[in-house]
């Protein structure tokens, strides 16, 4: 860990001390006597001695793709690492791995299981993904894109009036048809 503290140190000394320093660790590298979760969270806890506010918690394999460790793929798979991590160092940490649904990102933001949650290729994939998990929890449509840029909210903002207008039209001929 010397080398990494010592970068670490480097970059606390001329970062802002108003501004959280991250870093990014593979919690486990998946190789037999490789590094371990218990590894992670000694390194967690020099970190946050020298200063770092956040450690970022993913995995990945030494060799080949970096998502190829031994590590059984579910939806937020690597969230008991962050978890661990923030616990036992006593330090935030940040949780990803297959975080796609922004109900489930909260829940574990509500349960104090994480502080909080990257969402990496959900990004690279949908760009507008933090406006739209707005909505997904529970924020009006209509008053979330009014902080949209320009050209995106003020198309979508009348769009959705007339994605409401469809659904009360739809629901009245269903009421019609039934009676």
Known sequence: ??????????????WPKDKPLFVRVSAVDGLDGGWTLDDTVAYAK??????????????????????AARV?????????????VRREAGIKSMAVGLIVDPVFAERILQQGRDDLIAIAREGLANPCR???????????????????????????????????QIR????????????
């Open 130 to 164: 933090p406006r739209t998990a707005e909505i997904a929890l529970g924020r009006e449509a209509s008053d979330a894109m009014d902080d949209w840029p320009v050209q995106y909210g003020w198309w979508l903002k009348h769009r959705e009036r007339s994605i409401a």
């Open 72 to 84: 059984k793929r579910s939806w937020g798979f690597q969230v008991p690492y962050a978890e661990r």
């Open 46 to 67: 020099e970190l946050k001695a020298r200063g770092i506010d956040v450690i970022d918690c993913s995995s990945g394999g030494l060799f080949g793709s970096a998502t």
């Open 168 to 179: 009360a039209d739809a629901a009245a001929g269903a009421k019609t048809s039934a009676g």
């Open 1 to 14: 860990m010397r080398f990494p503290l010592e970068v670490a140190e480097a970059v606390r000394a001329v």
